[in-house]
């Protein structure tokens, strides 16, 4: 499942205007994220940890829907278990950017609005994380 929610335009325009800045700096180390020293890197490091935790979801994801593809793990309600997990993810996706996209509505006129939002993407992300492996230990 790679399909996103909505994407908020401000969110978008924050990316792109912190783009120059990692195509033209030497790519972030795991040091550079501990004590970022200035907000443009530590907006990379964020941006950066969010698309590594979206990737880690996706392979969640994509285990759990595995996992339910064997018939003796889930009783011969494997295809109607598949259908609710797609269907759940699907919700949550929209959840977690509307979420986010009202925390970044509520710190208007704040300078880390942009932080605020990724911190909500980053924070529901590894959540969601947790309840997928958790969903495969059952």
Do not use: K
Not at 42 to 50: G, R, V, W
């Amino acid at each position: 499942m790679t399909r996103r929610g909505p994407v908020s335009a401000w969110w978008l325009a924050g990316i792109a205007a912190a783009w120059p800045l990692a195509a033209s700096a030497d790519p972030l180390t795991e040091a550079d994220c501990v004590a970022p020293l200035s907000t443009d890197t530590a907006a990379l490091c964020m941006s950066a940890e969010y698309t590594r935790l979206d990737a880690e979801l996706e392979r969640a994801q994509a285990a759990a829907v595995a996992a339910m593809a064997d018939p003796d793990g889930c009783g011969g309600a494997c295809d109607a278990a598949a259908a609710a997990l797609a269907d759940a993810h699907a919700a949550w996706q929209r959840f977690r950017a509307r979420d986010c996209d009202a925390i970044f509505a509520l710190a208007i006129g704040g300078s880390g609005r942009n932080d605020a939002r990724l911190t909500c993407l980053i924070d529901h992300t590894r959540l969601r994380i947790g309840q997928l492996q958790q969903l495969r230990a059952l």
